[in-house]
């Protein structure tokens, strides 16, 4: 709907329809990778401090150099460190394991995967990375940005894609991606509102033409907030890219209808994503407040006093 209802609009801005329209999908895309597959928005986390890895497993040797380059281009676009400890006296300190397992490990659904070690939903302490010997080249940069913490598998051009573009390299949206998450606006712990506007400004960055983007930028924020206040009410849904993965559960859901409240209350009261608003602020904090969500509860004792 918000594609047709900007049409002329768009047109009017960018040299055609289908750059505006290319852009207006580089956000959405920015938008889904803040969604766990489960159906819940989710806070940034990234590494502070270098990457030790220790590469493993059956036929190792074999996909070390492809895994490694993977690894190698995610964190030189995040401008974090990369130390490669597999084999060394000092292989035991690897805070990032990955594991290459026999072909009969995993499942046919779920040939790799990465899980992140985190005590709060800030800073990533360790991470290991599992990843089927026939299945180890396909999966090594899907994982690998994974690694880094980008936990959503949004629909557009980016290798987190479940319908992948590239799978032996990044794409223009997975670097966007990376450079917004390690840059100096963008911490951990970050709400999806707070998280949302540093992404998009990185992509407004690589337009030809900025401000048009900036408008078209400023129309998704208001258009996104708008689909998360409904969201948020139980009157909404998740992005449609959450229910194709097929592992949205109605408890996940419903948890994220919690936190879309909570996001909502500091995106209101902190100004980011919307015009700061108290009365909004302390309409959705208290709505999160009643549905159990501790955040929302201190935030709303801490803005009350």
Known sequence: MRRICWGLLLAS???????????????????????????????????????????????AAAHREHTLQALRTVTGEAGIKLIDV?????????????????DTALEDNQP???????????????????????DAWRCAYHEAM???GVRGHPAGQTVLSYFPWKIDGLLPLDKVMLRAWYSP?????????EALPVLADELVATSANK????????????????????????QGDVPAVVKRS??????????????????LGIAYLEGTTVQRDATQAVRWLERAATMGNRGAQAKLGAFKQ
Not at 22 to 32: C, N
Request: aromatic letters at 10%; hydrophobic letters at 40%; one cysteine or more.
């Open 13 to 59: 801005l960018l040299p055609c329809a289908a750059v505006a329209d290319e852009f207006d999908q580089g956000l959405a895309t920015l938008w889904e990778v803040l969604w766990h597959q489960s159906g819940t928005p989710t806070r940034i986390v990234r590494w502070e401090n270098d990457i030790r890895v220790r590469i493993h497993g059956v036929n």
């Open 86 to 102: 597999s084999g060394q006296p000092d292989e035991s300190t690897a805070n990032l394991n990955v594991e290459i397992t026999a």
């Open 112 to 134: 790799c995967v990465t899980y992140l070690d985190f005590r709060t939903e800030t800073k990533i302490e360790s991470a290991s990375i599992q990843m089927r010997s026939k």
């Open 146 to 148: 994974h690694v880094m």
């Open 185 to 193: 606006r963008m911490a951990g712990g970050m709400t999806p509102f």
């Open 211 to 234: 401000a048009a983007a900036a408008q078209i930028r400023d129309q998704f924020f208001s258009s996104t907030i708008q689909q998360m206040h409904a969201y948020a009410n139980g």
């Open 246 to 263: 097929g592992k949205a559960t109605n408890e996940g859901i419903r948890y994220g209808r919690t936190e879309m409240s909570y996001f």
